[in-house]
């Protein structure tokens, strides 16, 4: 049993309306459930629940048993003195506000039926699941609910990745387009650099790239060597004069070294990181207006010629310093600018709007509709249970469905879960 169950019947009124009694036998009728909290302090904020008669406005507090209220010290928290119910599974003790008064306590047991109990017991009976634990009935929870449930989910995604978006924009004093750069430079890390690419970049003053953006030969040498990439021996001319230029700019600008590589191992060629820093290169080579550019992209074909860049000469016949391979044009491929779209332009595009204070999110949504889905396990594991993923935006979604609800058991907090539940009701 989990205090999950207990939120669910106060937030889906599943509570009996009539001959609702505290312990005390005083009796409840709730007028309002006020709104679930999700951090620290009291289950519900703001509920209207009339005792006796006499109503009362406040906050709802839930524990599988009265006497939780004082393992968790909730008698010497502040936020704490505004509950004006307890609501529990079972009350083993009375309890009392720090003003000594008593909170009235409404015990639910009495009122779930051993279906409902059975039914959320099975959701969690691990031993028949593989994957999830709603695995058996996914497939019949109806369709328009769950593709409305991934939506609010991928928005949800767009919050947590905010975070670091605006982080970054702090510390870089408002700089969007450093920013930008930085975040493009952990997607051209891929998932084996990109915390090295990400760190580096962040360590990198933007304001070099704009002074050297426009001689192509300083900016390859100042990314190759900022990332790690000029830590090899060569006795190729063209690496002898990035060397030579990288050296200068790190007394000129004061740049801190590096003597730690980013890693080949376990990459396919494409992916190697001296060619996804010339192609880095290449995108910032004469631009300065980049990420204003950006913001006006809504479909994934301008996306596509945005981005429309291959490495330098050199790399036609090469994928690392000094070693000759056959030649090709190496281009970026559309594949990997649909990881730009999902993990950089899409989550600036939502943080930019809501920096200017605009919360139409539809151009986001439409343009990751575009794209197509990401395969990985996850997704293979929900189109094996038969849920198709249509687009890039469903994969997210079904990644932080997977990620923040179905591993944490936040079967309650799911509208698939809810609603399986609620057949039982």
């Known amino acids: 049993m989990r205090e999950d169950l207990l939120y669910f019947m106060w937030k889906h009124n599943k509570l009996p309306t009539k001959r609702l009694y505290t312990t005390n036998k005083e009796t409840v009728s709730i007028k309002s459930k006020g709104f679930q909290n999700t951090l620290a302090g009291p289950d519900f904020f703001n509920a209207q629940v009339a005792i006796d008669g006499q109503l009362w406005v406040g906050n709802v507090e839930m524990h599988l048993k009265s006497s939780d ?28 506000r720090k003003d000594g008064t008593q909170i009235p306590t409404l015990e639910v047991q009495q009122f779930v039926s051993p279906e409902l109990l059975a039914s959320y017991q099975n959701l969690f009976e691990k031993s028949k699941v593989n994957f999830i634990n709603c695995e058996r009935d996914l497939g019949g929870v109806d369709s328009f609910l769950f593709e409305n449930w991934l939506h609010r989910l991928y928005i949800e995604r767009l919050e947590e990745k905010s975070k670091l978006v605006f982080e970054l924009l702090a510390a870089s ?32 003053n933007f304001s ?16 190759f060597g900022h990332f790690g990439l000029l830590e090899v021996e ?13 050296d200068y700019m790190v007394r000129k600008f004061g ?22 820093i010339s192609q ?6 004469g631009k300065h207006q980049f990420f204003a550019h950006l913001m006006t992209l809504k479909t994934k074909e301008q996306v596509y010629d945005a981005f429309q860049v291959e490495t330098g000469a050199y790399w036609e016949d090469h994928f690392t310093f000094g070693k000759i391979s056959r030649k090709s044009k190496k281009r970026i491929s559309k594949s990997f600018v649909d990881l730009i779209i999902i993990n950089t332009l899409v989550p600036l595009q939502f943080c930019y709007a809501k920096h200017l ?14 794209v197509d889905s990401e395969q990985n396990t996850i997704i293979k594991n929900f189109v094996q249970l038969g849920s198709q993923t249509k687009n890039a935006l469903e994969s997210q979604a079904k990644l932080t469905l997977y990620q ?5 058991n936040k079967c309650l907090q799911c509208v698939v879960g809810a609603q399986l539940l609620n057949r039982n009701i």
């Open 69 to 96: 209220w004082y393992a968790h010290h909730h008698e010497a928290d502040e936020n704490y003195n505004n509950v004006i119910l307890h609501v529990v599974w079972e009350d083993d003790i009375a309890v009392f």
């Open 173 to 204: 004093k408002n700089d969007w387009e450093a920013v930008l750069f930085i975040l493009l430079a952990k997607n051209f890390g891929s998932k084996i650099n990109g915390s090295y690419f990400l760190e580096r970049a962040k360590q990198l």
């Open 208 to 223: 070099i790239v704009r002074k050297v953006s426009n001689d192509p030969s300083q900016l390859e040498a100042l990314l």
């Open 234 to 246: 060569c006795t190729d001319t063209y690496f002898i004069q990035l060397k030579k230029e990288y």
């Open 255 to 276: 740049l801190s070294t590096q003597t730690e590589k980013p890693n080949f191992f376990g990459l396919r060629p494409a992916n190697f990181p001296t060619i996804r």
């Open 280 to 285: 880095l290169v290449n995108i910032y080579k």
């Open 357 to 370: 204070g605009l919360h139409d999110h539809e151009n986001l949504i439409a343009l990751m509709t575009q």
């Open 404 to 408: 923040s609800y179905c591993t944490k």
